[in-house]
């Protein structure tokens, strides 16, 4: 087999693979969300939303994909097409790669809220405790009552282990929020962490 063949095989695959993703995670968020629900499931409840999450969305051809992320790169001081790329590499859980271009997308609109609060989501769910504390801090000095961002400061805290800076994330959040369904989950957690289970 060429090197040729072996390189379309491999983008054909690549292609199965996204195609396949986005329409299994469609029909995943078509079950999962109920109409009365209002957040986004894996985030806690009332989080901001990240997008506009329509079947016609998730339902782009790979050339479109492939089109948004190119003019990202082709387009560096573009932010929408920054925050698209994004957005694009988060649905498909390549973090590291959403948090490149959502890094650039921040040094275009410093003060963009809604970059903030997606910088510390993704930075969440890498695992990257650290920063995504660093980021839902920085939006919080923009938006000091968000719930959501409360939520997700307290869920970076507890996931890096750190229980003081955990405690004061729960207690901001009971404060600006005392009925938060995550609270029960977040005091848990936390009893867990000072028992140093």
């Known amino acids: 087999m060429s090197r040729e063949n072996i390189l379309f095989a491999i983008i054909g695959l690549l292609l199965g693979f996204i ?3 986005m329409f299994a995670s469609s029909m995943s968020q078509k079950a999962a969300l109920q109409p009365a629900a209002a957040g986004t499931q894996g985030l806690p409840a009332n989080h901001p939303a990240i997008a506009d999450q329509n ?3 998730s339902q782009e051809s790979f050339a ?3 089109a948004d992320i190119a003019k990202a790169r ?3 001081q573009n932010f929408e097409a920054q925050f698209k790329a994004a957005l694009l590499n988060y649905r498909i859980q390549r973090f590291d790669q959403a948090i490149v271009y959502l890094l650039k997308a921040n040094q275009l609109k410093p003060t963009d809220y ?3 609060v997606f910088l510390g989501l993704v930075n969440l769910d890498a695992e ?3 920063q995504a504390e660093k980021w839902y801090r920085a939006a919080i000095k923009m938006k000091s009552d968000d719930v959501m961002v409360l939520a997700g400061l307290a869920a970076a805290t507890l996931g890096k282990g750190d229980a003081k800076a ?3 994330a729960i207690a901001k959040l009971e404060k600006a929020s005392p009925n938060s369904e995550d609270l029960p989950n977040f ?3 936390l009893a867990s962490l000072k028992a140093g289970k």
């Open 74 to 76: 082709n387009e560096p």
């Open 187 to 189: 005091k848990s957690r």
């Open 166 to 168: 955990a405690e004061d």
């Open 64 to 66: 479109e994909v492939q």
């Open 114 to 116: 809604r970059t903030v």
């Open 55 to 57: 079947a016609t969305e």
């Open 128 to 130: 990257h405790y650290e």
């Open 19 to 21: 195609v396949g993703f």
